[in-house]
């Protein structure tokens, strides 16, 4: 479990639940809005470029690490979790992990998922919450043990719409990062001082888990499809989360992590299943329990002849009359409670935040309603479910109450047949003889008969409660010996009154029961009708009694749990937007299918908040950001974590999320009054919490100043074939990257071997063919390359201004070679008096030979050297350099 799979598979970590999510810092958008979109939304601004930070990730959660994507950043390992790549980069190894190869392509230099907060040019952040201190110092201890570093703070931005010089750092931070987890994981993977710490990410599912099992009440939920359900769609949005940001570091959880986790569930659903079923049974066991005495009494009457047991079996028989009217009283309020419940239709959780969404114009007084509602909006939901509830609740406890007095008025009925039956039998004779007189026995001995004849009086008595007219000849048979109903008998009945449909209709269900149980009824014999039904009216008041103690109160008749369901509904999906950050109001259990799958997505169905309201704010300004996820177009970039991708690449990063605008464009509108509304009222309190400028209105943000990318490449003998075309394809894959994110860059490619000469000077990075870029094949001279260099700087700059409104052009030098030539030392002292025009230069180092020169020149401009041991990994790189 201890193991951590890199990007093809190799190895993972969790992290200390005492940390936060500030190893990766933030999500920015790029986007763009018409006039017509500006005047609808009430901005009166143009935002060609907006950069956002989403700074959401330092609260409130548990793991700094969110879903990620296997990339081929890691390089000839063999992977157990994805076979189809384990060979891609075709290089054999006996090692899970070579740390040298591993980061043989970024050394000293920052991954661009961190040069927002690392660089000197980044605004100085206030740390919300003590975690993400935590973890930031231990990666600032790592980095300084690594490299002999010292502390320094940033510089913080003026907060203007200037354009930003990223300058690279020195060092890999994710690479150092990426080497103290897995020696974490090695020798120590228990230990709560991990970044990743297992022991505690499976104590958060666990008590998840068992919060959404036991939820806040001490009735369990039952082990059902529903829950399973859930708790499946909660693993896999905590495993999504940690996977993402593993990513950074290129890394993320294995298959057996993964499996583990499912079975660590199984096993825990397992033991709530077992103490589920073993309530039942001792249920059943109470139950038993209870009806002891009826079985006793029954036994013995049945087994010795001459036991009186009328006074019991009288007690008896009225108090299952009694337990009759209850089972009648909860079967209807079943009934009552599903009736009324199905016309609740608004009682889920998309409706109840319509509700609340309703009241955040009524609430503008209410500061720490708004507040609670943006940041905690599950508690105000389930809140305004109780208020709603406690009317449903009221009607249903009323109607409780009536059927509860339409069944004591049955229960007074029986007794009072009963007794009226009893005022009939003064005039019969002796009491003790009446049995016998009113039946005639078809044979047998007279001992046997008494018995036989008492057991005809339980039928004959059961016959009238249940309706039906006792016709002359009535005749019953008992142990093969035939008893018919003599007119004395017959005149008894005559004279009483039929009982009420309803009555009948209970008798006939006790009668139903006891017959189901082996023929038998709850009466074996009566052997003095008067004693019985004496005993019976003896009875009545404290049966009475009994009977008005049974409640009518909603929850004595939850049985289903249909309150907690309804309240689980409420609270719904534990997921939020991975941007916005608003809960999820799909109801998942409407599908059966785990919540996320592609046919039971999350949704904000009801529309998404402002922006700002997760922590997401502007770069270059800091203001808080009041835009919403439905004025995303796909094809506008955002970058997350450092890297720029278009808004349908960062959905793409969720599959499980149905970004797809539920709401017409008129109700998204109104929802943006309110929260604009809320946004008045409480957003000063966000910004403070998540350390940004509070604007009612966000101001105009500058346009990214489009770069100059002057690329050298290698057409040296030595680079041809494989490396060539795979050098082709990372230049295709950079300009492709760059063109995607909507910039308006220039770029110039010079093809050198022993001499140099355009392929493409000054151009629309647009306009580029890739394969019009011719090899050589030649020596390798750097002189003559990085004159044309220095010739570019020079022709184009006073030019800058025809295709780049902001003035002076920044140039951008990304110089490959495998590194056979000499130091051009005339051309490096000229290139470096240049430094003030270059934004940035990049060294890509292909092989194992001289190094030494081409970091030489790398260590002249102040560059970032990238040495790569495969050109398989060019891909890679100008990806990186793309989107740094």
């Given at each position: 479990?201890?193991?951590?799979?890199?990007?093809?598979?190799?190895?993972?970590?969790?992290?200390?639940?005492?940390?936060?999510?500030?190893?990766?810092?933030?999500?920015?958008?790029?986007?763009?809005?018409?006039?017509?979109?500006?005047?609808?939304?009430?901005?009166?601004?143009?935002?060609?470029?907006?950069?956002?930070?989403?700074?959401?990730?330092?609260?409130?959660?548990?793991?700094?690490?969110?879903?990620?994507?296997?990339?081929?950043?890691?390089?000839?390992?063999?992977?157990?979790?994805?076979?189809?790549?384990?060979?891609?980069?075709?290089?054999?190894?006996?090692?899970?992990?070579?740390?040298?190869?591993?980061?043989?392509?970024?050394?000293?230099?920052?991954?661009?998922?961190?040069?927002?907060?690392?660089?000197?040019?980044?605004?100085?952040?206030?740390?919300?919450?003590?975690?993400?201190?935590?973890?930031?110092?231990?990666?600032?201890?790592?980095?300084?043990?690594?490299?002999?570093?010292?502390?320094?703070?940033?510089?913080?931005?003026?907060?203007?719409?200037?354009?930003?010089?990223?300058?690279?750092?020195?060092?890999?931070?994710?690479?150092?990062?990426?080497?103290?987890?897995?020696?974490?994981?090695?020798?120590?993977?228990?230990?709560?001082?991990?970044?990743?710490?297992?022991?505690?990410?499976?104590?958060?599912?666990?008590?998840?888990?068992?919060?959404?099992?036991?939820?806040?009440?001490?009735?369990?939920?039952?082990?059902?499809?529903?829950?399973?359900?859930?708790?499946?769609?909660?693993?896999?949005?905590?495993?999504?989360?940690?996977?993402?940001?593993?990513?950074?570091?290129?890394?993320?959880?294995?298959?057996?992590?993964?499996?583990?986790?499912?079975?660590?569930?199984?096993?825990?659903?397992?033991?709530?299943?077992?103490?589920?079923?073993?309530?039942?049974?001792?249920?059943?066991?109470?139950?038993?329990?209870?009806?002891?005495?009826?079985?006793?009494?029954?036994?013995?009457?049945?087994?010795?002849?001459?036991?009186?047991?009328?006074?019991?079996?009288?007690?008896?028989?009225?108090?299952?009359?009694?337990?009759?009217?209850?089972?009648?009283?909860?079967?209807?309020?079943?009934?009552?409670?599903?009736?009324?419940?199905?016309?609740?239709?608004?009682?889920?959780?998309?409706?109840?935040?319509?509700?609340?969404?309703?009241?955040?114009?009524?609430?503008?007084?209410?500061?720490?309603?708004?507040?609670?509602?943006?940041?905690?909006?599950?508690?105000?939901?389930?809140?305004?479910?109780?208020?709603?509830?406690?009317?449903?609740?009221?009607?249903?406890?009323?109607?409780?109450?009536?059927?509860?007095?339409?069944?004591?008025?049955?229960?007074?009925?029986?007794?009072?047949?009963?007794?009226?039956?009893?005022?009939?039998?003064?005039?019969?004779?002796?009491?003790?003889?009446?049995?016998?007189?009113?039946?005639?026995?078809?044979?047998?001995?007279?001992?046997?008969?008494?018995?036989?004849?008492?057991?005809?009086?339980?039928?004959?008595?059961?016959?009238?409660?249940?309706?039906?007219?006792?016709?002359?000849?009535?005749?019953?048979?008992?142990?093969?010996?035939?008893?018919?109903?003599?007119?004395?008998?017959?005149?008894?009945?005559?004279?009483?009154?039929?009982?009420?449909?309803?009555?009948?209709?209970?008798?006939?269900?006790?009668?139903?029961?006891?017959?189901?149980?082996?023929?038998?009824?709850?009466?074996?014999?009566?052997?003095?009708?008067?004693?019985?039904?004496?005993?019976?009216?003896?009875?009545?008041?404290?049966?009475?009694?009994?009977?008005?103690?049974?409640?009518?109160?909603?929850?004595?008749?939850?049985?289903?749990?249909?309150?907690?369901?309804?309240?689980?509904?409420?609270?719904?999906?534990?997921?939020?937007?991975?941007?916005?950050?608003?809960?999820?109001?799909?109801?998942?259990?409407?599908?059966?299918?785990?919540a996320g799958d592609e046919d039971n997505r999350h949704c904000c169905q009801t529309g998404h908040q402002l922006r700002a309201m997760a922590g997401i704010k502007f770069e270059?300004?800091?203001?808080?950001?009041?835009?919403?996820?439905?004025?995303?177009?796909?094809?506008?970039?955002?970058?997350?974590?450092?890297?720029?991708?278009?808004?349908?690449?960062?959905?793409?990063?969720?599959?499980?999320?149905?970004?797809?605008?539920?709401?017409?464009?008129?109700?998204?509108?109104?929802?943006?009054?309110?929260?604009?509304?809320?946004?008045?009222?409480?957003?000063?309190?966000?910004?403070?919490?998540?350390?940004?400028?509070?604007?009612?209105?966000?101001?105009?943000?500058?346009?990214?100043?489009?770069?100059?990318?002057?690329?050298?490449?290698?057409?040296?003998?030595?680079?041809?074939?494989?490396?060539?075309?795979?050098?082709?394809?990372?230049?295709?894959?950079?300009?492709?990257?760059?063109?995607?994110?909507?910039?308006?860059?220039?770029?110039?490619?010079?093809?050198?071997?022993?001499?140099?000469?355009?392929?493409?000077?000054?151009?629309?990075?647009?306009?580029?063919?890739?394969?019009?870029?011719?090899?050589?094949?030649?020596?390798?001279?750097?002189?003559?390359?990085?004159?044309?260099?220095?010739?570019?700087?020079?022709?184009?700059?006073?030019?800058?201004?025809?295709?780049?409104?902001?003035?002076?052009?920044?140039?951008?030098?990304?110089?490959?070679?495998?590194?056979?030539?000499?130091?051009?030392?005339?051309?490096?002292?000229?290139?470096?008096?240049?430094?003030?025009?270059?934004?940035?230069?990049?060294?890509?180092?292909?092989?194992?030979?001289?190094?030494?020169?081409?970091?030489?020149?790398?260590?002249?401009?102040?560059?970032?050297?990238?040495?790569?041991?495969?050109?398989?990994?060019?891909?890679?790189?100008?990806?990186?350099?793309?989107?740094?």
């Amino acid at each position: 479990m201890g193991r951590l799979y890199d990007l093809t598979g190799e190895q993972v970590v969790t992290k200390d639940q005492h940390t936060a999510s500030t190893l990766h810092h933030g999500t920015y958008d790029t986007q763009s809005m018409d006039s017509d979109e500006q005047n609808r939304h009430s901005h009166n601004r143009h935002s060609s470029m907006d950069y956002e930070k989403q700074s959401r990730h330092s609260h409130n959660r548990y793991s700094p690490m969110y879903p990620d994507k296997h990339s081929r950043h890691s390089h000839n390992r063999q992977s157990p979790m994805y076979p189809d790549e384990q060979n891609s980069h075709s290089h054999k190894r006996k090692r899970s992990m070579d740390y040298d190869k591993h980061s043989r392509y970024s050394h000293n230099r920052q991954s661009p998922a961190y040069e927002d907060e690392q660089n000197t040019h980044s605004h100085k952040r206030k740390r919300s919450g003590h975690s993400g201190i935590e973890m930031l110092k231990k990666g600032v201890v790592v980095l300084k043990r690594a490299f002999g570093l010292g502390q320094s703070a940033p510089t913080p931005t003026e907060q203007t719409a200037a354009v930003i010089n990223v300058e690279p750092l020195k060092y890999d931070y994710i690479h150092q990062v990426n080497l103290t987890m897995y020696n974490e994981m090695e020798h120590s993977p228990n230990e709560k001082s991990n970044i990743l710490c297992l022991p505690i990410f499976f104590n958060k599912i666990l008590q998840e888990t068992r919060a959404i099992v036991e939820g806040n009440s001490t009735i369990r939920r039952p082990v059902e499809v529903d829950l399973t359900q859930k708790i499946v769609g909660l693993i896999n949005t905590i495993i999504n989360e940690i996977n993402l940001e593993l990513l950074v570091f290129k890394l993320s959880l294995s298959k057996q992590t993964k499996s583990y986790i499912h079975t660590f569930i199984i096993i825990l659903l397992t033991m709530f299943y077992y103490d589920e079923q073993k309530h039942h049974f001792n249920q059943q066991i109470l139950t038993l329990n209870k009806e002891k005495p009826s079985l006793l009494t029954y036994f013995i009457s049945m087994v010795v002849p001459d036991a009186q047991c009328d006074n019991e079996g009288a007690e008896i028989f009225a108090n299952r009359v009694k337990n009759a009217v209850q089972s009648s009283l909860v079967r209807d309020a079943q009934i009552i409670i599903t009736r009324i419940i199905e016309t609740q239709q608004h009682l889920n959780r998309k409706q109840i935040q319509i509700i609340c969404d309703g009241k955040l114009h009524a609430a503008a007084n209410d500061d720490d309603w708004l507040f609670r509602y943006i940041d905690a909006p599950t508690d105000i939901i389930t809140e305004e479910f109780q208020i709603l509830w406690k009317e449903v609740e009221k009607t249903i406890n009323q109607q409780l109450e009536q059927e509860k007095n339409q069944w004591k008025n049955i229960l007074i009925e029986f007794f009072n047949r009963i007794e009226f039956m009893m005022s009939s039998l003064a005039n019969e004779g002796s009491s003790v003889q009446y049995i016998d007189d009113i039946f005639l026995a078809s044979g047998g001995i007279a001992a046997d008969n008494l018995t036989n004849k008492g057991q005809c009086m339980v039928l004959l008595l059961y016959a009238y409660l249940s309706g039906n007219r006792i016709q002359p000849g009535t005749s019953y048979t008992v142990f093969n010996e035939n008893y018919t109903l003599k007119a004395k008998g017959l005149r008894l009945f005559e004279k009483l009154p039929i009982p009420s449909k309803q009555l009948a209709g209970l008798i006939n269900g006790m009668k139903d029961i006891d017959n189901s149980n082996s023929n038998r009824t709850t009466v074996a014999s009566i052997k003095n009708l008067h004693v019985f039904l004496q005993s019976i009216i003896d009875a009545k008041k404290t049966i009475e009694d009994t009977y008005d103690e049974t409640p009518t109160r909603f929850e004595a008749y939850d049985k289903d749990q249909i309150y907690n369901k309804l309240l689980d509904k409420v609270r719904g999906c534990t997921s939020k937007c991975p941007c916005c950050q608003r809960p999820c109001d799909v109801d998942h259990t409407l599908i059966k299918s785990n919540a996320g799958d592609e046919d039971n997505r999350h949704c904000c169905q009801t529309g998404h908040q402002l922006r700002a309201m997760a922590g997401i704010k502007f770069e270059v300004s800091n203001e808080a950001s009041l835009f919403q996820c439905e004025q995303m177009a796909d094809d506008r970039p955002i970058v997350v974590r450092g890297t720029k991708k278009k808004w349908s690449e960062f959905k793409n990063d969720y599959p499980d999320w149905d970004f797809g605008n539920s709401i017409t464009p008129d109700e998204l509108f109104k929802l943006r009054g309110k929260f604009l509304n809320v946004w008045s009222r409480i957003g000063e309190l966000l910004c403070e919490k998540y350390d940004m400028e509070f604007v009612t209105e966000n101001t105009a943000q500058a346009t990214a100043k489009p770069l100059h990318y002057i690329l050298l490449l290698d057409a040296s003998g030595s680079m041809d074939g494989e490396p060539w075309r795979n050098l082709l394809e990372g230049v295709r894959e950079f300009i492709k990257i760059r063109v995607d994110s909507g910039s308006s860059d220039r770029i110039t490619i010079i093809v050198f071997d022993s001499h140099a000469k355009y392929a493409y000077f000054n151009e629309d990075m647009k306009s580029i063919d890739i394969t019009k870029i011719e090899f050589t094949s030649g020596g390798t001279n750097f002189g003559n390359a990085f004159d044309l260099v220095i010739k570019t700087i020079r022709s184009t700059q006073p030019q800058s201004s025809a295709y780049n409104h902001f003035g002076d052009s920044d140039y951008v030098i990304i110089f490959m070679s495998d590194g056979q030539g000499e130091f051009p030392a005339s051309q490096m002292e000229t290139l470096s008096a240049m430094k003030t025009m270059i934004n940035q230069f990049w060294t890509v180092a292909l092989g194992n030979t001289s190094m030494s020169v081409l970091q030489q020149i790398n260590q002249k401009m102040d560059g970032t050297f990238k040495e790569l041991k495969d050109s398989t990994d060019f891909v890679c790189v100008y990806a990186e350099i793309a989107r740094n």
